[in-house]
C-alpha cells in the first residue's frame, strides 16, 4: 500500500527526490512521515506533514535541508533532500498515521508507533 522509490547513489553534497505512492485508502485523511535506518542503529524520525500539507515537522539534522510535501490529487508523498551528507545514508522509509490528518492527540509525528502503514524502503547512499 506503500511504495517508495528514488533512492540511490550520490556524492556529498548533491541531490534526490524520494517519492512514496500510496493507496487512497491510506493516504485519505493521513498524516505521512519519512523515516531512515543505518546499519545498526534505531530507526529514525526525518520528516512528517499534515494531510492538507500546512504542518510540517523535522528532525534537527535536516531543516533547511530536506522539504517534505505531498499531492493529494495523486495520493503521493515527497521528500526532496538537497545538501546530501555521509550520515544521511540510509535505508528510507515512507509511513502512514492513517486516518490522523492533523498533529494532535496522542498523535507524535516523530513517533514510529504512531503510524500503521510502512513502505519498503528505499537505500540512499551518501558518499564522500
Known amino acids: 500500500q506503500l511504495q517508495a522509490s528514488g533512492g540511490g547513489l550520490v556524492q556529498a553534497g548533491e541531490s534526490l527526490n524520494l517519492t512514496c505512492a500510496a493507496s487512497?485508502?491510506?493516504?485519505?485523511?493521513?498524516?505521512m512521515g519519512w523515516f531512515r535506518q543505518a546499519p545498526g542503529k534505531e530507526r529514525q524520525f526525518v520528516a512528517a506533514?499534515?494531510?492538507?500539507?500546512?504542518?510540517?515537522n523535522y528532525v534537527s539534522s535536516v531543516k533547511g535541508r530536506f522539504t517534505i510535501s505531498r499531492d493529494n490529487a495523486k495520493n503521493t508523498l515527497y521528500l526532496q533532500m538537497n545538501s546530501l551528507k555521509p550520515e544521511d545514508s540510509a535505508v528510507y522509509y515512507c509511513?502512514?498515521?492513517?486516518?490522523?490528518?492533523?498533529?494532535?492527540?496522542?498523535?507524535?509525528?516523530?513517533?514510529?508507533?504512531?503510524?500503521?502503514?510502512w513502505g519498503q524502503g528505499t537505500q540512499v547512499t551518501v558518499s564522500s
Open positions: 487512497g485508502r491510506t493516504f485519505i485523511l493521513s498524516s
Open positions: 506533514i499534515k494531510w492538507g500539507g500546512d504542518g510540517t
Open positions: 509511513a502512514a498515521a492513517v486516518g490522523v490528518a492533523d498533529f494532535s492527540g496522542t498523535y507524535v509525528p516523530e513517533a514510529p508507533h504512531g503510524y500503521q502503514k
